[in-house]
């Protein structure tokens, strides 16, 4: 609230003592910026451009759930595209855009996230290295590296934590 405090005061002072106020683009701009710091500082339940995620196409958002719900499968970035129904460069530019990573990336976060759901909810024949495999990750040592750097663990200390 000080910067505020400060911005209103700088105007304040502008519209009285000063000169700028009397340009009309620049007064136009002093509204937008007093406005967008007024709405800025106040609660509110609707997304800043810093929450990525909220807006993207709708291809992404298809391509996301279509991830989600096919990872067992062997998949490729054309499959993808084609299922959403575009090119594979705007599929990649989309995500890259919108969410900050590739969709084989993306990919990689749900296996990754299905590895953690088995790991902790394992049966008695559960181990890390089968569990990894079976959703695609054939080089361990970098599965290990991804997993930890994703959960803050090492698989196999899910493992032991959840009772395998």
Known sequence: MQSLKRLLDWQLYEASEGDLSDQPLIAARFEEVLMVSLLGSLQHNQPTPTDVGHVAPGFVKRAEDYLKHHAHLPLTAGDIADHVGVS????FAGFRKYRNTSPMRF???VRL???RQDLLHPTSDTAVTRVALSWGFTHLGQFSASYQQQFGELPSETLRRSGG
């Not at 594979?88 to 599929?91: F, H, S």
């Open 88 to 91: 594979i460069r705007t599929l």
């Open 113 to 115: 996230e299905q590895v």
């Open 107 to 109: 990919l990689k976060q």
